[in-house]
C-alpha cells in the first residue's frame, strides 16, 4: 500500500469509478462564495429556493430543428387563403438562412380542431397531445435572435448565442442542487442516430463548477458507462480506496481549496451510483401497460417513449433536472423540414405526439404534474413562404413553445404571431423572457441566481429578462 502514490490510486483501482467522477471535479472561482461553505463537501446538497417554488424537476424535452408553428399549434386562416401568392410587402421581407429573393406563400395543409374545455387548436399531426391542451400553456410569441441552428440552440440553452455559457439545467442544478444524494442532479438523454448539431455547449456547465453539467445517459442495458467496477475489485476494495484518497485530500482541505472538496463529493456520488443508478433506469420494473402507452412495443415510438419513460423514472426518484431530444444526427432524424413539411414532421410526430402525451398523463396520475415542469421548446420555428418547394425555413421572428404541469395554469395561449406566423406581435417573450419565467416557477429570482466568474456576476438572463405572469396559475 504504501508503494502507491495519489496517480496510481486514480489510475488504477479507482478506474471506472474515477472516470465518472473526474468529469465532475469542481475547481472554479467563485464556487465557495456562491453557495458557502458549509456546502462545499456536498455541492448537490438540496438549497432554498428564493421564494416557495411551484415545481421542483423539470423534463425539458427539445425538438432539434425548428418544427413549424403554423402547421402544429398556431393556426393562420389568412396564411391559407394566401397560398402562392407573395408575401404582403407590409410583412416585410423576413431574415432568412437559405430562402433566396421572394418566395411565395406555403399555406398549410393540416386541419386544425379544437379540443378539451378550453378549445384550444392543435393540428391533426399530434391528436395524442390534443387532448392535453386543458394542461397546456402554449406560448405563440416566442423570438430569439439567430437564424442558424447552433447559435439558436445555444442561447435556447444558455441563454446566450456563442458556447461557452452555463446550460439551464445547470444553473437550475446550481441554485437548488439535488433532492437525491445518489443520482446525478441533470440527466440527458440523447437520440440514437447522434448528438444535436449545437452538441455538448447545450449541457455544459461551462464557468461553475463541473458538478453541475449534465450527465449523458445512453440507449441500452448500461445507460451510464464506467459505472460498473471490474470483476476483481470488490465493493470492500473500492471503498478501502476510496476513504484512502478522501484522508489524502483532507490533508490539504480548507475552505480555497473547492477542487479537493469536490473530488471528495464526486467520488462519493459516483460510488453510490454503482447501488442506485441501475434500479433508475431498469425499466423491466414498468407494467406491460405502461409500456405500451408509452409506445415502447411500436419501433415508431420506442426510441422517444424510453426517453420519456426514462425521464418520469428519474424526476420521481429525485433527479432536479432531465433534457431529452428528438432529433440529432443526420437531417432525416430533426425537423428542419427545408423541403418538405408535411413529410417531415409526419414522421417526427409519429416518433413524439403518443410517448409525450403518454408522459403527461402518467404524470398527472402519479400525481407528480404539480411538481413537474414539462417544457417543449426548439431552437426556432418556420417561415411562412416556401422555400422553393413544400419547405419551410428557419425563422426566429415568432414561434411557439409550451409549458406544463407545476405552477402552470393550462388550456390557455399566451400571445400571438401576425396574420402569417411571420414575427411575434403581442406578449413577445424573448429567450431571456422564457428562461425567467422557468426559474420563477422552480422558486428562483433570475436576477439573484448569480455566479462570479472573472470579476462579473453572471446570470443564465444576462442583464435582461422578464418574467411573464400570465403563466401562472
Same mark, same amino acid.
Given at each position: ?25 469542481? *475547481? ?5 462564495? *456562491? =453557495? ?5 463537501? /456536498? ?11 411551484? +415545481? ?27 397560398? #402562392? ?15 433566396? #429573393? ?33 394542461? =397546456? ?58 448528438? &444535436?448539431?449545437?452538441? %455538448?455547449?447545450?449541457?455544459?456547465? @461551462? ?13 441500452? +442495458? ?19 480506496? =476510496? ?33 442506485? +443508478? ?14 405500451? /402507452? ?35 444526427? &443526420? ?5 428542419? +423540414?427545408?423541403? $418538405?413539411? /408535411? ?9 413524439? $405526439? ?22 417543449? @421548446? ?31 395554469? #393550462?388550456?390557455?395561449?399566451? #400571445? @400571438? ?7 411575434? =406581435? ?9 428562461? %425567467? ?26 442583464? @435582461? ?9
Amino acid at each position: 500500500m504504501n508503494n502507491f502514490n495519489r496517480r496510481d490510486f486514480l489510475t488504477h483501482p479507482m478506474g471506472p469509478c474515477g472516470s465518472l467522477a473526474l468529469s465532475w471535479l469542481l *475547481s472554479q472561482e467563485g464556487f465557495a462564495a *456562491s =453557495i458557502g461553505t458549509d456546502n462545499l463537501l /456536498n455541492p448537490l446538497a438540496p438549497r432554498l429556493s428564493h421564494f416557495p417554488a411551484k +415545481a421542483k424537476s423539470v423534463i425539458f424535452m427539445f425538438m432539434v430543428g425548428g418544427p413549424s408553428q403554423m402547421d402544429l399549434f398556431d393556426p393562420k386562416p389568412e396564411l391559407n387563403r394566401l397560398d #402562392g401568392q407573395p408575401l404582403p410587402p407590409s410583412f416585410g421581407k423576413p431574415v432568412s438562412q437559405f430562402t433566396k #429573393g421572394d418566395t411565395p406563400i406555403l399555406g398549410s395543409t393540416r386541419k386544425f380542431q379544437k379540443h378539451g374545455n378550453s378549445g384550444l387548436e392543435v393540428s391533426d399531426l399530434m391528436p395524442n397531445l390534443a387532448q392535453c391542451v386543458d394542461d =397546456i400553456c402554449f406560448l405563440r410569441s416566442c423570438w430569439c435572435t439567430s437564424t442558424v441552428h447552433a447559435p439558436a440552440m445555444y442561447e435556447m440553452h444558455s441563454g446566450r448565442t456563442l458556447m461557452g455559457h452555463p446550460s439551464l439545467g445547470s444553473w437550475v442544478s446550481y441554485g437548488l442542487g439535488s433532492t437525491n444524494e445518489n443520482l446525478p442532479a441533470y440527466c440527458v438523454l440523447l437520440q440514437p442516430e447522434g448528438t &444535436p448539431e449545437g452538441g %455538448a455547449p447545450c449541457w455544459s456547465n @461551462a464557468y461553475l463548477p463541473a458538478v453541475y453539467q449534465g450527465t449523458l445517459l445512453r440507449r441500452g +442495458a448500461n445507460p451510464l458507462l464506467h459505472l460498473k467496477p471490474p470483476a476483481d475489485i470488490t465493493p470492500s476494495r473500492q471503498r478501502a480506496t =476510496i476513504d484512502f484518497i478522501k484522508q489524502m485530500n483532507e490533508k490539504d482541505l480548507d475552505p480555497s481549496r473547492t477542487d479537493l472538496a469536490a473530488r471528495i463529493a464526486s467520488y462519493e456520488l459516483a460510488f453510490r451510483m454503482q447501488s442506485h +443508478a441501475p434500479e433508475a433506469v431498469d425499466l423491466s420494473k414498468e407494467s406491460e401497460r405502461t409500456k405500451v /402507452n408509452y409506445g415502447l412495443n411500436d419501433k415508431k415510438t420506442s426510441d422517444f417513449g424510453t426517453r420519456c419513460l426514462l425521464a418520469r423514472r428519474l424526476v420521481e426518484r429525485g433527479v432536479r433536472f432531465v433534457q431529452l431530444y428528438s432529433g440529432g444526427g &443526420p437531417l432525416v432524424t430533426q425537423w428542419d +423540414a427545408h423541403d $418538405d413539411i /408535411n413529410s417531415n414532421h409526419e414522421k417526427m410526430c409519429g416518433h413524439v $405526439d403518443q410517448p409525450i402525451a403518454a408522459l403527461l398523463k402518467d404524470l398527472k396520475a402519479r400525481g407528480l404534474l404539480d411538481s413537474t415542469l414539462v417544457v417543449w @421548446a426548439s431552437e426556432f420555428g418556420r417561415l411562412p413562404n416556401t422555400q422553393g418547394g413544400r419547405g419551410r425555413d428557419h425563422n426566429p421572428h415568432g414561434f411557439t413553445m409550451w409549458i406544463a404541469g407545476g405552477g402552470v395554469k #393550462g388550456g390557455q395561449a399566451i #400571445g @400571438a404571431t401576425d396574420e402569417m406566423g411571420l414575427n411575434a =406581435i403581442d406578449t413577445r417573450i424573448s429567450v431571456n423572457d422564457f428562461h %425567467a419565467t422557468l426559474l420563477h416557477l422552480l422558486g428562483m429570482d433570475h436576477e439573484n441566481l448569480i455566479y462570479p466568474h472573472l470579476g462579473k456576476d453572471e446570470r443564465l438572463t444576462d442583464v @435582461a429578462g422578464r418574467v411573464v405572469q400570465s403563466v401562472f396559475a
